[in-house]
């Protein structure tokens, strides 16, 4: 069991009106019936006019019929005369005072009553369905709508057995209220039996009722990004030289002071960028470069002849040890311990 709520009544009050307007305490019941008989007679007296909606407006016991039209001129009549016939007889029907004013329709295409009662018509002359549904909706969605939805219920095609065909394009967002949604159904007796025709026509989003609720919304988010930009404009502001430097940082790394120019000092580099021989200034945890003049000299016993025991490399390699007359003599590795044989 499907939960389907009529587009336009759920929107009564947000972004559409009542078509009955006005506030009866003691005969509701009474007037509710005279609208309905008005709508009904004026819609079946002027079916050839395309009748959009009638909207009925009360004051004391004056009654303002407003009739939207696609053909105002088949209404008017030749100097006013159906007008004045239409409202004699809507008079002598209710007893009261009755004002006729009729407005046209300037986009038959984008109401979804005379999208709807076209299909009908097409129908009842035996066109195609799906020829007149699918013509529908491209000049539907030629003048300008967001999405379309028609549905067909009946005997289509004068089948045997009845079916439902859709047809939808665009978005026709049925949950969201803020939409502009018109909804409309005709019928169309054909020869086969009746055919229902629904048309859901989405219009865009209509805010009339929402801007001040959404202004305070732009307003708050307003507030917030500037907060947000002075917050980065501070830091911003902020230099390199107002932050401490990093723990255990190398010289001119990034967490140097701001007298640096970062990297390597440029005093002691050659041309090719690498260091010479003058020392770097030991800031950070790797000892100072040592020059050959700086370099310990060798013991009294090794420079009297006496082996030197082999140099060990870190890898665990053994350098062969040189004795003064030039002679090499291999070097051994016993038990872990490196001694000359």
């Known amino acids: 069991m499907g939960q389907k709520v009529h587009p336009v009544g759920m929107r009564l009050g947000i972004n559409r009106t009542w078509k009955s307007r006005w506030f009866a305490k003691k005969n509701y019941a009474e007037l509710l019936k005279e609208d309905l008989t008005i709508r009904k007679y004026v819609t079946t007296k002027l079916a050839r006019a395309g009748i959009s909606e009638v909207i009925i407006e009360r004051k004391a016991d004056k009654v303002v019929v407003n009739v ?22 809507l008079e002598h029907l209710t007893s009261r005072d009755i004002r006729i004013n009729i407005l046209e329709v300037k986009k038959v295409e984008l109401d979804a ?22 013509k529908a909706v491209e000049s539907t969605m030629r003048m ?19 079916r439902v065909q859709e047809h939808h394009e665009g978005r026709v967002p049925l949950h969201t209220l803020r939409a502009d949604i018109d909804f409309a159904k005709a019928t169309a007796r054909t020869t086969h039996g009746a055919v229902g025709v629904k048309v859901w026509i989405f219009k865009g989003e209509k805010l009339d009722g929402m801007i001040d609720s959404l202004e305070e919304e732009k307003r708050s988010q307003k507030s917030q990004r500037d907060s947000f930009r002075g917050r980065r404009d501070d830091r ?5 030289g107002d932050r401490p430097p990093r723990r255990g940082a190398r010289s ?24 010479t021989g003058g020392t770097r200034p030991a800031s950070g945890g790797r000892p100072p470069r040592r020059t050959d003049a700086e370099k310990p000299a060798p013991s009294a016993g090794a420079r009297q002849g ?23 003599k291999p070097a051994v590795k016993k038990s872990g311990t490196n001694e000359g044989s």
């Open 68 to 89: 939207r039209t696609a053909r105002p001129g088949i209404v008017i009549g030749r100097k006013g005369i159906e007008v004045e016939r239409l409202n004699k007889e």
């Open 113 to 134: 009553q005379l999208v709807a009662e076209h299909i009908a018509k097409q129908l009842e002359s035996r066109m195609g369905f799906r020829r007149a549904v699918r």
């Open 144 to 162: 300008g709508a967001k999405g379309i939805k028609i549905r067909c219920a009946g005997r289509l095609g004068g089948s045997e057995m009845s």
């Open 236 to 240: 911003s502001d902020r230099g390199r």
């Open 252 to 275: 001119g790394g990034r967490g140097a002071p701001s007298g640096r120019s970062g990297g390597r000092s440029s005093a002691g580099r050659s041309g090719s960028g690498r260091p």
């Open 306 to 328: 006496g082996e030197s025991k082999p140099a060990v490399k870190k890898s665990g390699e053994v350098k062969p040890a040189v004795k003064k007359s030039g002679e090499v």
